[in-house]
């Protein structure tokens, strides 16, 4: 058996032999490398016949079994032209790829900017079958949008927080803040314009440049500085009150006690009642109410939060954008924006929150849900629901009308200006073909880019509208203590009369069927 090679081909040459001991593969690779064909690319088919026709004794044939293959490469670049790619067969008993002819081939292929030397001079040497990157780019940094530092601590916030399950955290209001005339109340840090980058043709990658936003139209007892217009301050001494994107002053008034002497109170601003509201008597403040006393069938309104140190008693009726907050409530109808909380009893009431109510957060034991009804888009909480001797407790969860209203309203929005784009955008393909003898064509480009912005805006509202009707689906009822008395319970549309008794645990809608879970984690279907 003799090797030979023949223009790069690998050859053996069986003659005939008095005594042929049995050939084995490993016998024959070890034959392969001691004639200096180790390295080169087997023809693994042929081997195998090979072995079986010198072990079936045949002689007098030729057979090709490998090749000798020089080292190749094949060069691609990302659609984006920020990499380049080697994909780098090895070299087989032939002359591996050099790391000169790499570089050649990125140079004659306009590849001259972010060459990985090291990357390519190992990848040669290590002659191997390999894919790497050869050359990358220096990607844009993009511009940072404008953003606005607040530069007073205690500021009222009135646009409600949410955590990871849709709820928002009542926080009480405390002492009024105040700021004076003249104060620096947020400071607005421009945009800026990012840092270039080079794809590996050495073109420039231009930098998207950040975001100017000014401060929030409509701010009240506030301004721009004329001579800093990025510096906002008051204008007036009063209450800061974060409005997104700047501070509004509210002025605050005070009164002891509103009642016939004081008269109705109707206050641009903040009203902090350091007593009583009687009977009938009425209090509209855009900002905040913050009542020490009780609240005793008066009519509350206030554009912010209301806070009652006291209770909310005998037909009151108060109304808030933000949260409200009450040691008790009886025979009250209370409405809030956002949160309900009530520190002792609510009995006999009418609630309402936009994302929840919660009771007894003073009184974990005694705390108390009775009578009435209670309405909530995510959560209502109490100790205990019912009086074994009342009225039926109405509890109902999972519904957002509100919400649901803005999110249908965007979707008009949206669908009216993309419909504004495609005509738009159909009248300037037809002016760029037809021509544009009007003068018409910038104009309509203009309008056309407005519609696209103008719905494209709208998708961060409608996204977090979306988020917000997503969290409903993890609406709950959460039971401290205990149900006792008639209770009504719904998620939706999906409702339950429970006429028995139940310990703790928490009410929760799954697979539209409403259970309970104890505070182990059991489940037990109700309905």
Sequence with gaps: MVFFEDAGKVLVRVEAAAERPPLVAD??????????????????AALTALLIRCNAQESGFELQVGERRDGAF???????????????AAARGGRPVASENVFM????????????????????????????????????????????????????????????????DFRELGAIPVVEAGQALMRRVPPTRGVDGHNVRGELVPAQPGRAEPFVDGLIGAAADPGEPNLLVALVNGQPVRCGNGVSVEQVVRFGNVNLASGNISFDGTVHVEGEIAPGMKVHATGDII????????????????????????????????????????????????????????LQCDLQAINSIVVGNNSPQRGRLAGGSARAMMLVGAPV????????????????????????EILQRIEKLRGEEDSLQKLVQHLTKAGDKGGMLERAKASWQRAVQGWAQLLPEKDELEKQLAFIQGAKIKVGVGVS???????????????????????VLCDGRIVFVDPSGEAQELG
């Design 27 to 44: 016998r024959l690779h070890e034959l392969l490398v001691e004639a200096g064909y180790g390295d080169c690319l087997p023809n693994d």
């Design 291 to 346: 009542v020490s006393g009780v609240v005793d069938g008066a009519d509350l309104d206030a554009g912010g939060d209301i806070q009652i140190g006291g209770g909310v008693i005998a037909q009151a009726k108060v109304r808030a954008a933000g949260s409200v907050s009450a040691r008790f409530a009886e025979n009250a109808q209370i409405y809030a924006g956002s949160t309900i909380s009530i520190g002792d009893m609510a």
């Design 74 to 88: 094949e060069l691609t670049v990302d659609d984006d032209a920020m990499h380049a790619w080697v994909t780098l």
């Design 485 to 507: 008395g008639a209770v009504d319970v719904a998620f939706g549309k999906k409702s339950l009369r429970l006429r028995r008794a139940c310990d703790a645990g928490e009410f």
């Design 105 to 168: 081939a990125l140079g004659e292929a306009g590849l001259l900017y972010g060459i990985d030397e090291a990357a390519v001079r190992a990848a040669c040497a290590a002659n191997a079958d390999t894919r790497f990157c050869a050359a990358r780019g220096l990607p844009a940094e993009d511009g940072e949008n404008a953003r606005f530092e607040l530069l007073v601590d205690d500021t009222r916030d009135r646009v409600p927080r949410m955590n990871e399950s849709g709820l928002i």
């Design 385 to 408: 629901y019912g009086l074994a001797t009342g009225g039926v407790t109405s509890v109902l969860v999972g519904v957002n009308p509100v919400l649901e209203a803005q999110y249908q």
